[in-house]
Protein backbone atom coordinates (compact mmCIF):
# COMPACT_ATOMS: atom_id res chain seq x y z
CA UNK A 1 0.00 0.00 0.00
CA UNK A 2 1.37 3.29 -0.73
CA UNK A 3 0.11 6.50 0.33
CA UNK A 4 -0.61 8.91 -2.56
CA UNK A 5 -2.70 12.14 -1.29
CA UNK A 6 -4.50 13.20 1.77
CA UNK A 7 -8.07 14.53 1.10
CA UNK A 8 -9.77 17.05 3.21
CA UNK A 9 -13.45 18.48 2.34
CA UNK A 10 -14.09 21.68 3.09
CA UNK A 11 -12.74 24.88 4.77
CA UNK A 12 -9.43 24.58 7.53
CA UNK A 13 -6.14 26.88 9.13
CA UNK A 14 -3.28 25.76 7.17
CA UNK A 15 -2.25 24.80 11.03
CA UNK A 16 -5.49 21.65 10.81
CA UNK A 17 -4.01 20.67 7.36
CA UNK A 18 -0.75 20.48 8.65
CA UNK A 19 -1.88 18.80 11.62
CA UNK A 20 -4.13 15.94 9.43
CA UNK A 21 -1.36 15.24 7.45
CA UNK A 22 1.22 14.24 10.03
CA UNK A 23 -1.69 12.25 11.38
CA UNK A 24 -2.12 10.22 8.80
CA UNK A 25 1.46 10.03 7.21
CA UNK A 26 2.94 6.88 6.61
CA UNK A 27 6.49 5.85 6.09
CA UNK A 28 8.09 2.22 5.40
CA UNK A 29 11.29 0.97 7.04
CA UNK A 30 12.15 -2.20 6.54
CA UNK A 31 9.37 -3.38 4.34
CA UNK A 32 6.86 -2.68 7.51
CA UNK A 33 4.34 0.46 7.17
CA UNK A 34 3.25 2.98 10.31
CA UNK A 35 2.47 5.63 10.80
CA UNK A 36 5.04 8.51 11.49
CA UNK A 37 4.08 10.00 14.50
CA UNK A 38 1.73 8.53 17.07
CA UNK A 39 -1.30 9.59 18.32
CA UNK A 40 0.17 10.69 21.40
CA UNK A 41 2.48 13.31 19.65
CA UNK A 42 0.37 14.53 17.39
CA UNK A 43 -2.05 15.28 20.82
CA UNK A 44 0.86 16.93 22.89
CA UNK A 45 1.63 19.42 19.69
CA UNK A 46 -1.94 20.56 18.60
CA UNK A 47 -3.52 20.83 22.21
CA UNK A 48 -3.73 24.39 22.61
CA UNK A 49 -5.46 24.78 19.17
CA UNK A 50 -8.11 24.87 17.10
CA UNK A 51 -7.44 21.81 15.09
CA UNK A 52 -9.43 19.32 16.61
CA UNK A 53 -12.71 21.37 16.60
CA UNK A 54 -12.26 21.90 12.87
CA UNK A 55 -11.08 18.07 12.34
CA UNK A 56 -14.01 16.84 14.06
CA UNK A 57 -16.42 19.12 11.16
CA UNK A 58 -14.48 17.46 8.39
CA UNK A 59 -14.71 14.69 5.98
CA UNK A 60 -10.80 13.63 5.41
CA UNK A 61 -9.39 10.22 3.83
CA UNK A 62 -6.27 9.22 2.51
CA UNK A 63 -5.65 7.64 -0.78
CA UNK A 64 -3.73 4.66 -0.74
CA UNK A 65 -2.96 2.32 -4.01
CA UNK A 66 -3.26 -1.00 -4.01
CA UNK A 67 -2.52 -4.38 -5.91
CA UNK A 68 -5.60 -6.26 -6.09
CA UNK A 69 -4.80 -9.49 -4.77
CA UNK A 70 -7.43 -10.97 -7.49
CA UNK A 71 -6.92 -8.91 -10.65
CA UNK A 72 -3.51 -7.90 -9.69
CA UNK A 73 -4.27 -4.43 -11.23
CA UNK A 74 -3.01 -1.15 -9.20
CA UNK A 75 -6.21 0.51 -7.80
CA UNK A 76 -6.97 3.53 -5.16
CA UNK A 77 -8.70 2.78 -2.13
CA UNK A 78 -10.23 5.84 0.20
CA UNK A 79 -8.89 4.99 3.96
CA UNK A 80 -10.15 7.58 6.68
CA UNK A 81 -9.04 6.51 9.71
CA UNK A 82 -6.03 5.06 11.43
CA UNK A 83 -7.98 2.01 12.55
CA UNK A 84 -9.30 1.18 8.82
CA UNK A 85 -5.65 1.54 7.59
CA UNK A 86 -4.48 -0.89 10.02
CA UNK A 87 -7.31 -3.48 8.94
CA UNK A 88 -6.70 -2.69 5.52
CA UNK A 89 -2.89 -3.14 5.81
CA UNK A 90 -3.34 -6.06 7.79
CA UNK A 91 -5.79 -8.21 5.67
CA UNK A 92 -4.74 -11.16 4.27
CA UNK A 93 -6.44 -10.53 1.18
CA UNK A 94 -6.44 -6.32 -0.28
CA UNK A 95 -9.00 -6.37 -3.34
CA UNK A 96 -10.43 -3.67 -5.05
CA UNK A 97 -14.03 -2.56 -4.91
CA UNK A 98 -15.16 -4.80 -8.09
CA UNK A 99 -13.17 -7.94 -7.19
CA UNK A 100 -14.53 -7.69 -4.10
CA UNK A 101 -18.42 -7.16 -4.93
CA UNK A 102 -17.54 -10.13 -7.73
CA UNK A 103 -15.74 -12.62 -5.26
CA UNK A 104 -14.87 -11.22 -1.73
CA UNK A 105 -17.07 -13.95 -0.04
CA UNK A 106 -15.47 -16.84 -1.79
CA UNK A 107 -12.24 -15.83 -0.94
CA UNK A 108 -13.15 -15.67 2.80
CA UNK A 109 -14.86 -18.75 2.69
CA UNK A 110 -12.15 -20.73 0.67
CA UNK A 111 -8.96 -19.39 2.35
CA UNK A 112 -10.92 -18.37 5.84
CA UNK A 113 -9.10 -15.20 5.48
CA UNK A 114 -9.50 -11.44 6.66
CA UNK A 115 -10.34 -9.56 2.91
CA UNK A 116 -10.94 -6.54 2.84
CA UNK A 117 -11.89 -3.33 0.07
Not at 12 to 22: D, F, N, P, Y
Not at 35 to 59: G, L, M
Amino acid sequence: MKQKEIVTKGTLSTVAVEMIKEYLQTQTVNGITGFVKTEKEICDKYKDTDCFKEWDSQKLYAIYTINCYHCTAPHDVNIGSREAFHVYHGADFQLCHKCYDSSGLIYMIIRDGVVVS
